[in-house]
């Protein structure tokens, strides 16, 4: 199973559980913290708990949240403990649990490639620099030189492009 995940900003609006909250993807002083365009989400439903069969393939709503290169907490870094209460961060939501927002709700796409002027450019990635991708013994990108994989998982560092 493949997963495309979509990163917005996250400030937590409303805590239903250890787990599950509400948050809104925009400033919400701009919007005077209208309840209704809160996002609910369970933190709980991740990739790392489909593995593992607590949940199904197609029940994953955000990535899950992790140790990135040099110890920061990465992936998704909202939640009401999770991995501890973070009133504002980033969620990694789900592509198919995006779509299926009502478009009130749903994040904008800070990138530009979906814009029809956008072009490709080429960008050369150290894939064994931690400071262009998750690299590293401990990382979750998989692909690499030498005698590396040359497909699989490749992690970028939010912001660098």
């Known amino acids: 199973m493949r997963w495309v995940f979509h990163a917005t900003a996250g400030f937590l609006g409303r805590v239903d559980s250890q787990t599950q909250c509400g948050f809104w993807a925009e400033e919400p002083a701009d919007h005077g913290f209208d ?3 809160l996002i609910t989400v369970d933190l709980a439903r991740t990739p790392t708990a489909a593995a593992a ?13 992790f140790t990135g290169p040099n110890g920061v907490v990465s992936g998704t870094t909202l939640g009401p403990a999770w991995p501890e209460l973070r009133m504002a961060g980033v969620v990694y939501l789900e592509h198919g649990f995006t779509a299926s927002l009502p478009a009130a709700k749903r994040p904008a ?14 960008m050369w990635i ?6 262009h991708c998750d690299a590293g013994s401990d990382s979750l990108t998989t692909i690499g030189t030498g ?15």
């Open 147 to 161: 005698d590396a994989p040359k497909h699989g998982a490749l992690f970028l560092i939010t912001g660098h492009l």
């Open 35 to 37: 309840p209704g365009r």
């Open 126 to 131: 150290d894939l064994a620099s931690p400071e």
């Open 109 to 122: 796409c800070p990138g530009r490639s979906d814009q029809p002027t956008a072009s490709p450019v080429t």
């Open 53 to 65: 069969k607590q949940i199904g393939f197609r029940e994953v709503e955000v990535d899950d949240c």
